[in-house]
């Protein structure tokens, strides 16, 4: 398991994205649209850290809810793993929860991805390695 990116919940992607190129972060992926999800990514890196910025484009997205609760704010850590399934079953097996089942996504070239809850850590992404 190794760390992928940190997903940062944002209400103005665009300015959002500003925000970080002040800081010195470049643009890795432009911004891309997920249909299933209602929200809008896009990827920046700085330093070999990669910062994913969500925001949703509907009232009814996955992430609104929580956006309205916390604000503009980091809000899962996404782990990049082998095997996405049996990482589920291993993490099941130290109180995570699943929160969104494994699904494509289109922000990570339609791999496999996972969203899992811990009651002492919050939310975790699991992006399953291509090929």
Not at 1 to 9: A, F, P, Q, S
Not at 51 to 67: C, F, N, R, T
Not at 102 to 116: I, S, Y
């Amino acid at each position: 398991m190794t760390i992928h990116h940190i997903g940062y919940l944002v209400k103005k992607l665009e300015r959002a994205r500003l925000a970080f190129e002040a800081l010195g972060y470049g643009v890795e992926q432009e911004t891309i649209r997920d249909e299933c999800r209602k929200v809008d990514i896009v990827f920046l890196s700085k330093d070999g850290y990669c910062i994913e910025l969500v925001s949703p484009y509907a009232p009814d997205s996955v992430v609104a809810g929580l956006l309205a609760r916390a604000g503009n704010s980091p809000y899962h850590v996404c782990y990049e793993v082998d095997d996405l399934d049996a990482a589920i079953e291993r993490l099941r097996d130290a109180r995570y929860v699943v929160s969104s089942e494994p699904a494509p996504a289109p922000a990570c070239g339609g791999a496999r991805v996972a969203f899992l809850v811990h009651p002492y850590l919050g939310m975790v992404e699991l992006l399953e390695k291509a090929g």
